[in-house]
């Protein structure tokens, strides 16, 4: 069984950054999609950036060059770096997890078996 933490949440003022980190506990082994996801108030879910088991990752559009996904591997700890965050980066982020290679480490919430509880971000204006 895979669980998964996160942390790194918080507020800032907008142009600022934070660093949310989602720590894996449990066989981490052939993990082939680790993503974050987030969700603001009244909206679907939605992806934001995935890193894949060979290292390659994609983002959304609307964070392209501001967030940073990466990995510890010693530490089994996903990252997401956010740069020059934006009010409309506050939500709830997610980090997700799974293990079948059959996917392409993008957005669809069902590809994703593991999620973590979420951290709250907020950025104010």
């Known amino acids: 069984q895979l669980q998964l933490v996160e942390s790194g949440g918080g507020s800032v003022q907008a142009g600022g950054s934070l660093r949310l980190s989602c720590a894996a506990f449990?066989?981490?082994?052939?993990?082939?999609?680790m993503a974050w996801f987030r969700q603001a108030p009244s909206k679907e879910r939605e992806g934001v950036a995935a890193?894949?088991?060979?290292?390659?990752?994609n983002y959304a559009d609307s964070v392209k060059g501001r967030f940073t996904i990466s990995k510890d591997n010693a530490k089994n700890t996903l990252y997401l770096q956010m740069n020059s965050l934006k009010p409309e980066d506050t939500a709830m982020y997610y980090c997700?997890?799974?293990?079948?290679?059959?996917?392409?480490?993008?957005?669809?919430?069902?590809?994703?078996?593991?999620w973590g509880q979420g951290t709250q971000v907020t950025v104010s204006s």
């Open positions: 997700a997890a799974d293990y079948r290679s059959s996917y392409s480490c993008g957005y669809v919430r069902t590809d994703y078996n593991y």
């Open positions: 890193r894949r088991i060979d290292g390659t990752s």
């Open positions: 449990g066989y981490i082994d052939n993990l082939h999609c």
